[in-house]
């Protein structure tokens, strides 16, 4: 059965068709729950929450994208949400310290590192930067976009960005290096 068909059905409250479109997107919307939440149970109780929020909104779903695309902000908001609820409040930035960063920065993960890797290295960077990091480079959102979703300018989005990329590149050149972490 279609996406837009099931929206349609749950609309009307039909308990069958969010079940089905529940069992849809489920497996992918806990993959990037897990991206923020540190534990799994934590991820799955982020990826439930969203998907009860979901529902409740669905009225609100216009169709200007995709299903898939809507509920995951849901689910990156509702770990967002988490995170700040668990007292783990970002540090506040001040404009006047920040620096505009350039984009165009050529950044490249050399070729024998793994996602696994990556995906450790970029756990270990601070909340401002590690939140930042997975907004642009993992979930592609643009800096006017996570500036919304952090509540913060977009010049401290570009420079956690940058910070947060400087500290991977230590990290991932220490792991090549044989140097560890």
Not at 15 to 30: E, H, I, V
Not at 41 to 50: F, G, V, Y
Not at 69 to 75: E, G, S, T
């Amino acid at each position: 059965m279609s996406t837009s068909l099931l929206v349609e059905q749950c609309k009307q409250y039909n308990r069958k068709a969010q079940l089905a479109l529940y069992n849809k997107y489920c497996d992918g919307m806990f993959i990037v729950a897990q991206r923020y939440m540190r534990d799994t149970a934590a991820a799955e109780d982020a990826m439930q929450e969203a998907f009860i929020k979901a529902f409740q909104k669905l009225e609100q779903f216009k169709g200007d994208v995709t299903f898939g695309a809507w509920l995951k902000r849901i689910v990156i908001n509702t770990c967002l949400d988490a995170i700040k609820a668990r007292k783990m409040e970002l540090q506040p930035l001040h404009d006047e310290t920040l620096h505009i960063v350039d984009d165009d920065d050529a950044w490249n993960v050399p070729d024998k590192t793994t996602i696994k890797e990556v995906n450790a290295a970029i756990e270990k960077l601070n909340e401002n930067h590690r939140l930042v990091v997975k907004l642009y480079l993992l979930e592609g959102y643009d800096h006017q976009e996570i500036s919304e979703i952090l509540n913060i300018s977009e010049s401290a989005s570009r420079t956690n960005l940058h910070r947060g990329k400087i500290q991977l590149k230590k990290q991932l050149k220490q792991l090549q290096n044989g140097t560890g972490y």
